[in-house]
């Protein structure tokens, strides 16, 4: 129970009017004025006690709040507009398309494409095409200079558009005729891009 001031004075109070009333005399009213002082003592040490507790409280949430506060920083992910996935190992095609027209599944099935260092191999029906193949990471879209040397494509250029949807996926379109990169991922009659979508081989 917290005892305030005012309850010790009304209490001390009430004791010295008892105490004049019985006829104790001049004497027990002085040491009554001494018992009220030290009530009003009491009662402002449990004041500034009371006062105190509630500082170190609030000052312990407040301390409370600021570490979750940085801890969730700290977690919070930061974001990137880098590509770090590399192109480097063996891929399968799940989706080709080919100036607006889609390939029948199992022609895409057939398609694999290799990449190891700058040598490239892909696989079409078991026919293979092989060539040199250097990516500009500088801006995203990456954009790979594909040049053939082995197979129907030996001797040409071809330019393309590159990324990576996510860790397993990589996106290829391909402009056919070698002149200027592709500007979106998009194969369309008018334009004539190769457009595939590659899963990684584990």
Not at 62 to 86: C, D, L, Q
Not at 135 to 149: E, F, L, Q, S
Not at 170 to 177: L, N, T
Not at 179 to 191: A, G, Q, V
């Amino acid at each position: 129970m917290v005892i305030t001031r005012k309850k010790f004075a009304q209490t001390f109070t009430l004791m010295a009017s008892l105490i004049v009333l019985a006829g104790c005399g001049d004497g027990r009213t002085s040491e009554t004025t001494s018992q009220d002082d030290a009530a009003d003592g009491v009662a402002e040490k449990t004041e500034s006690s009371e006062s105190s507790e509630g500082d170190m409280k609030m000052e312990t949430n407040e301390m409370a709040e600021s570490e979750v506060a940085k801890e969730t920083t700290s977690e919070a992910p930061v974001a990137s507009t880098e590509t770090a996935v590399s192109s480097e190992g063996s891929w399968a095609a799940t989706s080709a398309t080919l100036a607006g027209t889609a390939f029948p599944e199992a022609v895409t099935k057939s398609i694999t494409l290799k990449i190891s260092g700058e040598q490239y191999e892909v696989l079409v029906g078991g026919q293979s095409d092989k060539g040199t193949c250097t990516v500009d990471r500088d801006g995203i879209p990456n954009k790979m200079t594909i040049t053939g040397a082995e197979g129907p494509n030996a001797g040409k250029t071809l330019l393309a558009l590159c990324d990576f949807p996510d860790q397993d996926h990589m996106r290829v379109c391909y402009d056919m005729k070698g002149t200027t990169f592709p500007e979106t991922f998009e194969s369309t009659p008018e334009n004539g891009c190769f457009l595939v979508i590659y899963e990684r081989q584990k």
